[in-house]
């Protein structure tokens, strides 16, 4: 008897994620994971006197779901398609995140930029999976 191993995110024969639930909730699942160790150093660095708790970048946690979607980017075969959508998604995502990040000024650096990473990393692969599956199959 053989074990079917499932892998998550699922991919397809190339290597791109297959479902844009993967893409979102494997993108958050980095958001919580970057949080967490941000937390940590954080109170690590508050503890040893070097800044009080709360200050670091929260943008940091974007820096798990960034590497998911580079890698989804890099499956695609070269050519145009993946380079506009993810120029598109990039642009759309930064903008989102940054006006949430303006949006929640009164609270520390870790909470808004927590909250603009989340947001990127939402509005990116909601921009991104659609959007280069219509312009491969649209010039393809």
Known sequence: MTEQQSAFPRRDAEGRIRTLGDLVGFGLAGVVVGLLVLVLFDGAFAWLGAGDFGQANGWLAVILPAWLFWEDFRAWEFGAPRVVA???????????????????????????????????????????????????????
């Open 86 to 140: 993810a120029l598109v998604a990039v642009a759309v995502a930064v903008v989102s995140g940054l006006l949430l990040a303006g949006l929640a000024t009164g609270l520390p650096p870790l909470v808004s930029g927590v909250l603009a990473a989340t947001t990127f990393t939402v509005v990116y692969a909601m921009v991104w999976f659609p959007g280069v599956r219509w312009l491969t199959n649209r010039t393809g």
